[in-house]
């Protein structure tokens, strides 16, 4: 695994796993995830895609859908266990396109070529931040002032923070 761009900054919106064995395939994409406001990471070829993903803590998966069937056929039930979403990015081909019909729901696929809009707008969609509920509270009393908020928050908001 290697981080790509070391740009980060509390801006950022997370990290995004990027697998392919292909350099053309991650530098391209993953140049569009950095102009999105994402950090990228990779796998390496021998790497499995449950160690992938449990060094990153990515908030979305890419992978490359043209990757060989046993490398995608691991991928997608690990990010459906840890609840991850998918987007599956290539070309039409009888094999890919028999995937694409078969997405479960957090999965997404695109077909390249790809416009930078369609792209973004796929990962907006697969990416949306879960609704937080919070409040403020000001207590005081005997000349003493404290004021406190807090901040709720579904369970698998924590386990992958966005």
Partial sequence: MSRNDNRWSESRRGTVLVISRSSAFVEIVGGMLIDGGFDRATATSAESAWLSET???????????????????RLIPETIMRRLPLLLLGMTDGQTSGRARHMPAGMNWL??????????????????PAPSVGRDVVLSGGGVTVETGF??????????PR
């Fill in 111 to 128: 077909q390249f070529p790809l416009a930078r809009a369609a792209f973004q707008s796929a990962i907006d969609e697969l990416v949306a």
């Fill in 151 to 160: 901040l709720m928050r579904s369970l698998d908001e924590i386990s992958h």
């Fill in 55 to 73: 060094r990153t803590h990515p908030v979305l998966v890419i992978c490359d859908a043209s990757a060989p069937e046993e490398m995608v056929a």
